[in-house]
C-alpha cells in the first residue's frame, strides 16, 4: 500500500521570501513522485513529478523539488513566492493499473502568501 | 481546445434524492476518475475506468454508482444510500501510461454539491 503525508496543513509567507512545502511517502513498489497544485475553486493542475533519474526535478511557474529516497520524502521549494502561488499543493504517488494511473494524494497544504 | 468539463459548477438536491454529474473529456484518453474532495482530507478516490464498459471501486465507492458507455463520457450518479454527500466532486482523465506520462491526470474545474 502507499501513503502520503503532508505535515503542515498551513503555510503563510510573505511575498518574495522562499518557501518550502514538505511531503513524506512510503511505498512498497517503485516510487512515482508528483506535485499538483489547486487554484481556488478550481481543478487540480500538475506542477512537475519524478520518474526516475535526476533526483531534482523542476515543474512550472519556478517550482522545483527534490527526490531523496533515504529520507523517503519529495519537498516542493520555490526560492521567492508571489502572491498568485497563493493556492493548495498536493502531493501524489502513482500506481500503475493496467492503463490508469491512480493516483493517492496527501492532504494538502495550503500556501497563503501575503504582501 | 482539449479539456475536461463539468457540469454543473454548483447543484443542490434535497435528501433522498439521487443526483447525476457529468463529465465530458475530448483529450481522447482511455482512462477516467472520479474523486471527492473534504476540506483537510485531500482527494479521495471514488471511482476509475481504464476502457469503455469497464471501472473499478477506488477507496470511497459506497453511496456512488457510474457507467462509461462512451469513451468520452464518464457520469456519476450520487445515491440517496450515500450518507454524506455534500463535497466537491472532480473528475479528471490520463493518457496511456508510458514511460513518460506515468501519473499525469487532466482535471475538469469540478462540481461542488450540497444536499439539504
Known amino acids: 500500500a502507499q501513503s502520503v503525508t503532508q505535515l503542515d496543513s498551513q503555510v503563510p509567507v510573505f511575498e518574495e521570501a522562499p518557501v518550502e512545502l514538505r511531503c513524506n511517502y512510503s511505498s512498497s513498489v517503485s516510487v512515482y513522485l508528483f506535485w499538483y497544485v489547486q487554484y481556488p475553486n478550481q481543478g487540480l493542475q500538475l506542477l512537475l513529478k519524478y520518474l526516475s533519474g535526476s533526483t531534482l526535478v523542476k515543474g512550472i511557474n519556478g517550482f522545483e523539488a527534490e527526490f531523496n529516497k533515504s529520507q523517503t520524502s519529495f519537498h516542493l521549494r520555490k526560492p521567492s513566492v508571489h502572491i498568485s502561488d497563493t493556492a493548495e499543493y498536493f502531493c501524489a504517488v502513482s500506481q500503475d493499473t493496467g492503463t490508469a494511473s491512480k493516483l493517492t494524494f496527501g492532504t494538502g497544504t495550503r500556501l497563503q502568501v501575503t504582501l | 481546445d482539449g479539456g475536461i468539463t463539468q457540469s454543473p459548477k454548483y447543484l443542490f438536491r434535497k435528501e433522498g434524492q439521487n443526483v447525476t454529474l457529468s463529465c465530458e473529456q475530448n483529450?481522447?484518453?482511455?482512462?477516467m476518475y472520479w474523486y471527492r474532495q473534504d476540506p483537510g482530507q485531500g482527494l479521495r478516490l471514488i471511482y476509475y475506468s481504464q476502457i469503455v464498459n469497464d471501472f473499478q471501486k477506488g477507496d470511497i465507492a459506497e453511496g456512488y454508482s457510474v457507467s462509461r458507455e462512451k469513451k468520452e463520457s464518464f457520469p456519476l450518479t450520487v445515491t440517496s444510500a450515500q450518507k454524506n454527500p455534500t463535497a466537491f466532486y472532480l473528475c479528471a482523465s490520463s493518457p496511456q501510461v508510458t514511460s513518460g506520462r506515468r501519473g499525469e491526470q487532466y482535471f475538469g474545474p469540478g462540481t461542488r454539491l450540497t444536499v439539504t
Open positions: 483529450l481522447n484518453h482511455d482512462a
